[in-house]
């Protein structure tokens, strides 16, 4: 470099006041590699990144909102950006490698890649407080054909509108809804109407709407959460995340009827 660092003499060597500042830059980028070095490698364990994870249901509360808060307490130093769309809306995003992950309600052919079941969760209608049906423990389907069923757009509304419509109702009782899910909730204290969420959506703790188990022959109906991911990828991120998800302990009371979706 043509500049002089060190200084001899019978004594030693001495740092020059050039030499010193070089020293001082120089231990600044050691450490930075070192650190540069350490993330790297808790990269490749998965547990430094980020997380780009789509999903069709709410988790306010809930197995998919359980799994979550596991998730990010065993990898806290993974940032979790979540996405919430339509099944076909996180797939394709997914497809298009905009998202590591989704969770989405299972149907047979839903995503020609990688993906496991996790497990189930129930429906529940929702209603005001002053609903006729609030005071009921428990709701079959026949006990809603007199009334218009709001369903939103996004989320599980297109699975929600498949099972209405499987179980007879008419298409003027259906009424398709742009609003986000607590958005769509707040307007049933208004209306004599009810809505029908999986039983994540519990946890948005809106005081004048009540929840009741939708049932089929008695039992609860349960939909099936699938997670979708490409399996050609070798992220460690997502590596971790989909085996802590398949590890997780979902529960959903195997003798209740689960509804392919």
């Given at each position: 470099m043509g500049i002089k660092l060190f200084e001899r003499s019978r004594t030693g060597s001495q740092a020059t006041r050039d030499g010193a500042e070089f020293l001082s830059v120089a231990s600044g980028v050691l450490a930075e590699m070192d650190r540069a070095v350490i993330r790297l490698r808790l990269r490749r364990?998965?547990?430094?990144?980020?997380?780009?994870?789509?999903?069709?249901?709410?988790?306010a509360s809930g197995p998919v909102g359980d799994m979550l808060d596991r998730y990010e307490k065993a990898y806290p130093e993974v940032e979790t950006q979540i996405t919430d769309d339509t099944r076909e809306g996180v797939l394709r995003e997914l497809a298009a490698t905009r998202l590591d992950a989704a969770i989405v309600l299972s149907r047979d052919g839903v995503w020609s890649n990688s993906c496991a079941l996790l497990g189930h969760e129930r429906l529940m209608v929702a209603m005001g407080k002053s609903h006729p049906l609030a005071f009921r423990t428990n709701l079959p389907w026949p006990d809603l054909s007199p009334y218009v069923i709001m369903i939103p757009r996004k989320g599980a509304g297109a699975e929600v509108l498949r099972l209405v419509s499987q179980h007879g109702a008419e298409t003027q009782q259906?009424?398709?809804?742009?609003?986000?899910?607590?958005?769509l909730l707040a307007m049933l204290t208004r209306r004599e109407r009810v809505s029908i969420v999986t039983a994540g959506a519990v946890g948005l703790g809106m005081e004048d709407i009540v929840f009741r188990p939708l049932v089929s022959d008695g039992e609860p109906v349960?939909?099936?959460?699938?997670?979708c991911w490409r399996g050609e990828d070798e992220d460690s991120v997502v590596g971790r995340f989909v085996e802590l998800a398949q590890d997780y302990d979902w529960g959903g009371g195997s003798s209740a009827l689960s509804v392919g979706l």
């Open positions: 364990r998965g547990r430094v990144g980020t997380l780009r994870l789509g999903v069709q249901t709410s988790f259906v009424d398709w809804q742009d609003a986000s899910i607590d958005r349960l939909v099936r959460h699938m997670l």
